[in-house]
């Protein structure tokens, strides 16, 4: 037998080397053969990551398995860091192969739609997207995984899951039918213990569990703002004390150690050097606006758009006539409750009552119930209305918020703000309440001039920037502290939220993550 063991120039006296490493072989795979298979794993993966045992503080492979952090959920390298906005100071070393990862999302509207479709699109990874329509958020909670975990190959193999926080991401990983169980990231782009409710709703303690649960079936944790992190991690402790024994504190650590924070990207992809409107604010592109068609509609495919009587010049009021037109004043969010749709039609009506001409766009989403406030808005701002009801069209949309001048919120819930930032980077003026994720996505310098503090504030700044934009009752101690045209023209600072801006960050997170694979489970039995 000839044992190339040595290279070329041995092979005449590799007889008795090579008996000695047959030998040595033999030994190596007994001893291999004799350790628990965890421990094998374990010992693969702290090859080929680097430090991660000896960053855990571990001697061994054996005490590493006899520790509890082998268990799935909990993870043996967490991330520390309570702000993630930077690429990771190390990235990952190539996988050899893009990952094959897994989305879930129980609630595909809004944000939650805008993230999951801009995600795959952007990401260098191969991304699967299993989702269930925006509707009945109770029942996504308690049974998506059901549903969802169903519609599964399962001799697929993914490499990485990631879900929203809408779902028992637990039960889910429970339910999986591969034999494999990838590592798991759950994105919150709100979360059960914060969330408000109706006034006629009652707390259903049972969906702030699952989140908590989720979070801890996770090996990453993903927060869409640090308002969002801080508020729940600050709700967390009071949340379990509320059992009457046994409280679970422990979880609150282990939270907070593998969370972090990663805006959600925006898709500007429509967007160029003119949709700002910066150049000429006074201009004004036209827009079809129709009661019919396939590109608008409200919410859920019912078309109910509507174009009211405004035009685009003023009556001569305040802030128009003179041949401009009158400011055009967004509002692009949900029509639900917490963005408290009542507060912004009494603040018109104030800026109407006090002779302020503006023209009203009433964009955003609906779903199964809608405020009865829109129906009364509907009525007394027909003559200022352009557009009313959700645009499908996402080109259409950007056109819509290019003509705009002021976008308006008044909402009591915010975890990040994808209606705000869009129509901030296609040239309008933000007014916000100062609370909330906004503080953290407005630029500092702009605080002053377009976050307000209570409902005498918002009347005052809004009548300074609609006399702003198109004159009236103009003076110094009227103008706001930075000019209106100075904020438009800045709209591309919220380029930062761009998905051009984040993808990296998202892939090399990604990459990351399923590195763990070997934190959770192994290969199961026979199903």
């Not at 169903?150 to 429970?174: Q, T, V, W």
């Amino acid at each position: 037998m000839r044992v190339e063991a040595g290279g070329a120039q041995h092979r005449g006296a590799a007889g008795g080397g090579a008996l000695v490493a047959l030998v040595a072989l033999v030994a190596l795979v007994a001893r291999v053969a004799r350790r628990p298979a965890a421990g094998r794993r374990l010992v693969r993966r702290q090859a080929g990551s680097g430090n991660w045992g000896a960053a855990a503080g571990w001697s061994s492979a054996a005490e590493a398995v006899g520790g509890r952090r082998q268990h799935c959920g909990i993870g043996w390298r967490v991330q520390a860091c309570c702000l993630y906005r930077k690429p990771i100071a190390r990235r990952m070393q190539p996988m050899g192969h893009r990952l094959k990862i897994l989305m879930l999302e129980p609630f595909f509207g809004g944000s939650h739609k805008a993230f999951a479709e801009g995600l795959v699109s952007h990401s260098g990874h191969s991304i699967d997207l299993l989702h269930l329509p925006a509707r009945f958020w109770k029942w996504r909670m308690r049974g998506a995984a059901l549903t969802l975990s169903r519609k599964i190959d399962p001799d697929a193999e993914y490499d990485l899951i990631i879900s929203g926080s809408m779902m028992g991401l637990s039960d889910f990983l429970a339910l999986y039918p591969g034999r494999i169980v990838p590592p798991a990231l759950i994105y919150f782009h709100e979360n059960q213990l914060s969330y408000p409710l109706p006034g006629h709703d009652r707390i259903d303690y049972q969906f702030g569990f699952t989140n908590i649960i989720s979070s801890l079936a996770a090996q990453q944790v993903v927060f869409n703002s640090q308002f969002h992190r801080d508020e729940f991690l600050h709700l967390l402790p009071g949340f379990l004390k509320m059992m009457p024994e046994y409280e679970p504190l422990w979880a609150v650590e282990e939270i907070q150690k593998k969370s972090l924070v990663l805006y959600p990207g925006c898709d500007f992809t429509h967007v160029s050097s003119a949709g700002s409107g910066s150049e000429n604010p006074g201009r004004r592109d036209p827009v079809e606006v129709s009661g019919g068609g396939s590109d608008t509609g409200v919410g859920g495919g019912r078309d109910d758009s509507f174009a009211g009587g405004g035009d685009d010049t003023g009556s001569g009021g305040i802030g128009g006539g003179g041949g401009r037109p009158a400011p055009l004043v967004i509002w692009n969010h949900r029509w639900e409750f917490d963005k408290k749709p009542e507060d912004f039609f009494f603040l018109l009506r104030r800026m109407k009552e006090q002779g302020y001409d503006f023209r009203l766009a009433v964009l955003g989403e609906s779903f199964q119930t809608r405020p009865d406030i829109f129906l009364e808005a509907q009525r007394d701002f027909r003559d200022e209305i352009v557009h009313f009801g959700f645009i499908e069209s996402r080109r259409e949309y950007l056109n819509m918020l290019q003509r705009g001048d002021v976008v308006v919120s008044t909402s009591i819930q915010e975890n990040f703000g994808y209606s705000v930032v869009e129509a901030i980077r296609m040239g309008c003026i933000p007014l916000l309440p100062n609370r909330l994720s906004y503080p953290e996505i407005i630029p500092e310098s702009w605080h002053s001039s377009v976050l307000y503090h209570d409902p005498e504030d918002a009347e005052e700044k809004l009548a300074r920037i609609l006399t702003s934009l198109y004159g009236g009752r103009q003076n110094a101690a009227a103008s706001p502290q930075v000019p209106v045209h100075d904020l438009k023209a800045q709209s591309s600072l919220m380029d930062k939220f761009s998905w051009s801006a984040l993808v990296e960050e998202y892939d090399t997170l990604f990459e990351e993550t399923a590195s763990r694979r070997s934190n959770c489970r192994g290969k199961r039995g026979p199903r």
